[in-house]
């Protein structure tokens, strides 16, 4: 139900640390006795003890399915086994790739070693811990729901945010923003879907509780701003009997991430860091060139709008201006054929007189 929690994150990178480090041990030769193993994989002994570390780590394990995870587990060792040999007798495992890919995971796992240790010592939450989270977080428990939403993500710093609230509160459906957004080139990601109350951001869920259906709004997250529509939604209340254990699980993982970035803060603090060649500086250096690169990528942006704009604006004076001179050779068009016309009409000779009046004419100097 947290999983998206960052402690929980952190505790599931530990998990996949600790499990590369048995794996990695698996690379060289054990010294094991005859019980301890197995499996043998082309005189490569695989023992309990590996099976049982990634067994510690894996999640959904009860008595009933136990047999059948070591069995899984036990055949994963073995495949990887087969292409750890494989990739041994080719000297895979002596390219300068894999060497840098080792050292790094062994940097990795020692440095989250102590992590480790720091968040397994914190005290462990108690039943009362849970029932006043629980109290606290009706969202998530007594009133959670089930939502299906529409919803619009901007990375954070988004472009204007005041034009972009202007815009969510005046449009009338999602698929407007998304047009608008596309005009502005404004970068954004569209999602929709059933998402329940802890698939949503926490610093976000509080706010979206108080959405009506067909409501839409612009909430800001911890890293990106959200436009979120209520599509519909319905109530899926979790009992406290069946949460408080999970809480007992998400405030442990909580209490290690806070002691984690506490000691974190603290070690740097005590150790003596020199940076040199291009890093040189240090932090204060990093963070003027970050808010320099930010500062010049904005004034680019500013700089490509404007242009854009002048261009659009010189663009549609030339095409103007190519209209009124077509309208104006036209016009001139016309006048000249009605001058030519007029001029034709007025050099036109006198008609012959009719045949019958000619006649009456001899008729009578005859007579």
Known sequence: MFSRHPGARLFGAAAIALMTSVLISGCGKKDVTSTQVVAKVDGEEISVHQVNAVLSKSVGVTPENLPNAKREILDRLIEQ???????????????????????????????????????????????????????????????????????????????????????????????????????????????????????????????????????????????????????????????????????????????????????????????KVEYLGEFAGGEAAFKARAEAEATAALEAEAQAKAKAVADADALAKIKAGEKAAIQAESEAQSKARAEAKALSTSNQKPADPPATVNLEKGIKGLK
């Not at 462990?124 to 849970?130: G, H, I, N, R």
Request: aromatic share 6%.
């Open 81 to 271: 086994q087969i292409a750890i040999n494989d990739a041994t007798s080719k000297k895979l495992d002596r390219s300068p790739e894999v060497v840098a890919a080792i050292e790094n995971a062994k940097r990795e796992i020692i440095a989250r070693s102590i992590l480790d240790q720091i968040a397994l010592a914190q005290p462990k939450p108690t039943d009362d811990d849970a029932r006043q989270y629980f109290a606290e977080h009706p969202e998530l428990f007594s009133q959670r729901r089930l939502f299906n939403l529409q919803e619009i993500t901007l990375r954070k710093p988004a472009t204007d945010i005041s034009e972009i609230a202007a815009k969510v509160a005046s449009a009338k459906t999602i698929e407007e923003l998304s047009v608008w957004l596309k005009e502005k080139n404004i970068e954004f990601a569209a999602n929709a879907g059933t998402r329940a109350a802890e698939q949503i951001p926490l610093e976000v869920l509080p706010k979206l509780q108080q959405f009506k259906d067909g409501q839409m709004a612009l909430i800001e997250g911890n890293d990106a701003f959200f436009i979120m529509r209520v599509v519909a939604s319905r109530l899926a209340p979790v009992e406290e009997s069946q949460a408080l254990q999970k809480i007992k699980m998400f405030l442990f993982n909580q209490r290690g991430a806070t002691a984690i970035k506490r000691e974190r803060a603290l070690l740097k603090e005590k150790a």
